[in-house]
T-cell receptor, first 112, second 112 residues
Framework: KAGVTQTPRYLIKTRGQQVTLSCSPI?????VSWYQQTPGQGLQFLFE???????NKGNFPGRFSGRQFSNSRSEMNVSTLELGDSALYLC???????????FGSGTRLTVV | LAKTTQPISMDSYEGQEVNITCSHN???????ITWYQQFPSQGPRFIIQ???TKVTNEVASLFIPADRKSSTLSLPRVSLSDTAVYYC?????????????FGKGTMLLVSP
């Protein structure tokens, strides 16, 4: 059974650029959530999508956005990158909210 | 969302049983308790979830007292590979409002 797949695994971007990260959930999982993990702030919730609709949103600026497609795959976009956006971005999927989430291995974003 | 409190770190030796306690005084009626394990540069991995009393799976046991204001994750006979950060989370299941709110977690170090 395939797990949650996140691409790319590593990414280096320059300040001011934008980036798009991709997440393919486990087949049959309709809930996809995104998290940012940094050494200082730990794991922080970004947003959750369920059946192509954003159902929950964390406390992040509007530069962070996402979407979910009809096949449940999800993308998140960060515009006007800042140095502080350097982090491990994790995607998690579940059948529905609160079920045992399965996380991907993450995308390590470095902003220089 | 109920806030959780865990010890920052714990030390153990191979073969010992480890019990990590989590406090969640403001747990709501619909909230479940879920534990995740995370290795460096990987996404968290679901360990166990419970609502009350005791839950056991092939990896761990979860003990929840009647008042549900705390819970204890029990890892039997730990090995070096159990060295990781363990997160206790509290939230509703299938509510449409459930997001995973991670605290700082407990860094478990298992020594030979």
């Amino acid at each position: 059974k395939a797990g949650v797949t996140q691409t790319p695994r590593y990414l280096i971007k320059t300040r001011g650029q934008q980036v798009t990260l991709s997440c393919s959930p486990i087949s049959g999982h309709r809930s996809v959530s995104w998290y940012q993990q940094t050494p200082g702030q730990g794991l922080q919730f970004l947003f959750e999508y369920f059946s192509e609709t954003q159902r929950n949103k964390g406390n992040f600026p509007g530069r962070f956005s996402g979407r979910q497609f009809s096949n449940s795959r999800s993308e998140m976009n960060v515009s006007t990158l800042e140095l502080g956006d350097s982090a491990l971005y994790l995607c998690a999927s579940s059948v529905d909210s609160g079920d045992g989430y399965t996380f991907g291995s993450g995308t390590r974003l470095t902003v220089v | 969302l109920a806030k959780t409190t865990q010890p920052i770190s714990m030390d153990s030796y191979e073969g010992q049983e480890v019990n990590i306690t989590c406090s969640h005084n403001n747990i709501a009626t619909n909230d479940y308790i879920t534990w995740y394990q995370q290795f460096p540069s990987q996404g968290p991995r679901f360990i166990i979830q419970g609502y009350k009393t005791k839950v056991t799976n092939e990896v761990a046991s979860l003990f929840i007292p009647a008042d549900r204001k705390s819970s204890t994750l029990s890892l039997p006979r730990v090995s070096l590979s159990d060295t990781a950060v363990y997160y206790c989370l509290v939230g509703a299941v299938n509510s449409g409002y459930s997001t995973l709110t991670f605290g700082k977690g407990t860094m478990l170090l298992v020594s030979p």
